[in-house]
């Protein structure tokens, strides 16, 4: 007689004419068939469920790396003319008049001046400002009231406003100031990466930020005002990385989930069905 490859099979079917169908065996089967479609569907909401994790480390930046500037501001009562952006920081960048990637739109029919553009500053503390410094004729008079659309730091990464400060300086309105006032900014910066789940990585900024406006003077004259935005990078850098459990870990726990179900299931079902029979014994005087 040849080799027999189904000696090997552990999973023996018994005929169906030997099987016993019972009511409490139909209640547990349908009770656990229930309660594994309900596990199932939990299992597959947390599997599809992501989760974000932050880590936190010191930043080694490197001497050329830059951070890119973007600015959107109008001064409804300065003409165009006057206007002009200067740009300093620690490592002794002193730039009056930068026009490099910047536009000036005329408002209010040549009276204000909406001005934007985007520029890149050294990894260092530093300011911008916006002044009448590099205007070859000053104007008769100063008024800075301006508004402030936009000032971003980095890539504008609005997925993730809910996670940290990434809600840039925006829509801040001092329309209403007096006309000689200066404006300073403070912004302080945290570096921020955020990688999604697809492993690709976006450099970003937390911000936290105050303002304040005032006359200023000096040794019997009055400083020339001007809008400052003065900014400093933490060392510390913040990483957001989304997450997902692996597939085999779903798949482990579904078979998990499936196999002890049935065999709980089993063994509850042959406890009543012996005790039952127990029972019907008993009644019948054949207990022994």
């Given at each position: 007689?040849?080799?027999?490859?189904?000696?090997?099979?552990?999973?023996?079917?018994?005929?169906?004419?030997?099987?016993?169908?019972?009511?409490?065996?139909?209640?547990?089967?349908?009770?656990?068939?229930?309660?594994?479609?309900?596990?199932l569907l939990v299992e597959l909401s947390s599997f599809l469920t992501t989760e974000t994790k932050n880590e936190m480390?010191?930043?080694?930046?490197?001497?050329?790396?830059?951070?890119?500037?973007?600015?959107?501001?109008?001064?409804i009562r300065l003409s165009c003319d006057y206007l002009g952006l200067d740009i300093q920081d620690e490592m002794g960048?002193?730039?009056?008049?930068?026009?490099?990637?910047?536009?000036?739109?005329?408002?209010?029919?040549?009276?204000?001046?909406?001005?934007?553009?985007?520029?890149?500053?050294?990894?260092?503390?530093?300011?911008?400002?916006?002044?009448?410094?590099?205007?070859?004729?000053?104007?008769?008079?100063?008024?800075?009231?301006?508004?402030?659309?936009?000032?971003?730091?980095?890539e504008n990464v609005t997925t993730v406003e809910s996670l940290g400060a990434f809600a840039a300086p925006s829509n801040?309105?001092?329309?209403?100031?007096?006309?000689?006032?200066?404006?300073?900014?403070?912004?302080?910066?945290?570096?921020?990466?955020?990688?999604?789940?697809?492993?690709?990585?976006?450099?970003?900024?937390?911000?936290?930020?105050?303002?304040?406006?005032?006359?200023?003077?000096?040794?019997?004259?009055?400083?020339?005002?001007?809008?400052?935005?003065?900014?400093?990078?933490?060392?510390?850098?913040?990483?957001?990385?989304?997450?997902?459990?692996?597939?085999?870990?779903?798949?482990?726990?579904?078979?998990?989930?499936?196999?002890?179900?049935?065999?709980?299931?089993?063994?509850?079902?042959?406890?009543?069905?012996?005790?039952?029979?127990?029972?019907?014994?008993?009644?019948?005087?054949?207990?022994?």
């Open positions: 007689m040849g080799f027999d490859v189904r000696r090997f099979d552990i999973y023996r079917k018994i005929p169906k004419d030997l099987t016993q169908p019972t009511l409490t065996g139909a209640i547990v089967s349908i009770t656990s068939c229930s309660f594994i479609v309900f596990l480390f010191v930043d080694q930046a490197g001497v050329d790396e830059k951070v890119e500037v973007r600015f959107n501001i109008s001064l960048r002193h730039e009056v008049g930068f026009a490099g990637n910047t536009r000036k739109l005329p408002i209010h029919d040549g009276a204000g001046c909406r001005y934007e553009g985007a520029f890149l500053i050294n990894k260092v503390p530093g300011n911008f400002h916006l002044s009448t410094h590099s205007a070859r004729i000053q104007p008769m008079s100063y008024d800075f009231a301006h508004e402030i659309h936009e000032i971003r730091f980095g801040i309105d001092m329309t209403d100031k007096n006309a000689d006032s200066s404006f300073d900014y403070y912004i302080k910066l945290v570096p921020t990466i955020y990688q999604s789940l697809d492993g690709s990585q976006r450099h970003t900024y937390q911000y936290t930020y105050a303002n304040k406006h005032y006359s200023q003077h000096g040794h019997g004259h009055r400083v020339l005002p001007a809008v400052w935005f003065r900014y400093s990078i933490s060392p510390i850098t913040v990483k957001y990385t989304v997450t997902r459990r692996p597939f085999y870990h779903f798949i482990t726990t579904i078979c998990a989930i499936i196999g002890g179900a049935f065999t709980v299931a089993g063994i509850i079902d042959s406890m009543i069905f012996t005790a039952s029979e127990i029972f019907k014994k008993a009644e019948l005087g054949k207990l022994s």
